[in-house]
Nanobody, 124 residues
Framework: QVQLVESGGGLVQPGGSLRLSCAAS????????MAWFRQAPGKQREGVSC????????YYKTSVKGRFTISRNNARNRVYLQMNNLQPEDTAVYYC?????????????????WGQGTQVTVSS
């Protein structure tokens, strides 16, 4: 069955970096757009970044542009999120999602499978 497993979260000081990884199994990653979402306590889940399946084009939430980079390795069935210059407002549980289709989207309703999430805490 479809499975997404996130890893790489942790506690980091402001200005620090983390690299999240999403291991995909049970389907062929090549044919699906993928994304990272996050959910902070008391807030709705929001789209952070996505990467399309056909040409690898990417899209970012405005507040993370220039700091976060999404990438994918279809041969290894992995999706990554490199996060630099992390700030306290980036604190959240980060989820990997699989979209129904090739094209990028930051709307959670467009996604049909989710991982269990990985906690990212930015604090001094």
């Amino acid at each position: 069955q479809v499975q997404l497993v996130e890893s790489g979260g942790g506690l980091v000081q402001p200005g620090g970096s983390l690299r999240l990884s999403c291991a995909a199994s049970g389907f062929t990653l090549d044919y699906y757009a993928m994304a990272w979402f996050r959910q902070a306590p008391g807030k709705q889940r929001e789209g952070v970044s996505c990467i399309s399946a056909n040409d690898g084009s990417t899209y970012y939430k405005t507040s993370v542009k220039g700091r976060f980079t999404i990438s994918r390795n279809n041969a290894r069935n992995r999706v990554y999120l490199q996060m630099n210059n992390l700030q306290p407002e980036d604190t959240a549980v980060y989820y990997c999602g699989r979209r129904r289709g090739y094209f990028c989207s930051l709307q959670s309703d467009d996604y049909d499978s989710w991982g269990q999430g990985t906690q990212v805490t930015v604090s001094s």
